[in-house]
């Protein structure tokens, strides 16, 4: 794959977690003009939505050559969407493998409306590229997460809005030991110990218990993955 001109705006999606903090580096080391769009569905914990903030300044500060390409950051209510839902992410119910195979955090085609709000936002803002963390080699059973899923949105949003949008997810094929490798290969220690310190991934929105890999409860399934893909990440390195 080529390189797109440096002059090439790209909009982020971005919820503060670790994948998205990522992805948000691996935007500003490729494009002119990065912007990032969050969505807010009716979380459960503010924890996310904090992480954003405290992310994007760290990025700033740690990185003077990002600093200049990073722009605006948009919150977009989506609250009524959350609503139908009904998950374990917004409601009181226990985070579980459903009678579908899927895990009660999932909100149905979550992706789906995400890139159709962040289609149209970068419409307005001359934004080309959408950026986002799906990922189908951790495969938690989310089906909007597959490539095959994005190709087919990718056309419908080009199509319904005459647009020449690419949706880029540079982490599709890789573990989150690989992700960790990304960030570091990126932004080396200070973009690792940034993630480290100030992204959020833990459904329950815990910022009290300080792991290695970062803040969380240690046993949802968000920090179980983070977590192990931290160990393999860092046995790695030691046995290299
Ligand atoms: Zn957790």
């Known amino acids: 794959m080529s390189q797109p001109p440096p002059t090439d705006a790209a909009l982020v999606l971005f919820s503060g977690g670790q994948d998205s903090s990522v992805c948000l580096a691996w ?114 059973g989310y089906p909007d997460c597959r490539r095959e899923t994005l190709d087919a949105v990718e056309r419908a949003l080009n199509l319904g809005m005459e647009q020449g949008f690419c949706i880029e997810t540079p982490l599709m094929r890789l573990t989150k030991a690989e992700t960790w490798a990304l960030a570091d290969r990126l932004g080396g220690e200070t973009l690792t110990r940034l993630i480290v310190e100030e992204s959020h991934t833990c459904y329950l929105g815990d910022r009290s218990l300080r792991h290695a890999w970062g803040y969380g409860c240690g046993t949802c399934p968000a920090c179980e993955l983070r977590a192990r893909g931290w160990a393999e990440w860092r046995g790695e390195a030691v046995a290299t």
């Open 27 to 140: 935007a500003l080391d490729r494009y002119g003009r990065v912007e990032t769009v969050g969505f807010d569905y009716g979380q459960r914990h503010a924890a996310e939505l904090e992480a954003r903030q405290r992310v994007r300044a760290e990025i700033g500060r740690g990185f003077p050559a990002w600093a200049g390409r990073l722009g605006e950051d948009h919150l977009i209510d989506i609250k009524s969407f959350g609503a139908i839902g009904e998950t374990a992410l917004t409601s009181d119910r226990a985070i579980e493998i459903t009678g579908r195979g899927l895990p009660s955090t999932f909100v149905p085609g979550r992706n789906l409306v995400f890139l159709t709000y962040a289609a149209a936002l970068a419409d307005r803002r001359g934004l080309t590229h959408l950026v986002g963390g799906m990922c189908e080699t951790d495969y938690s």
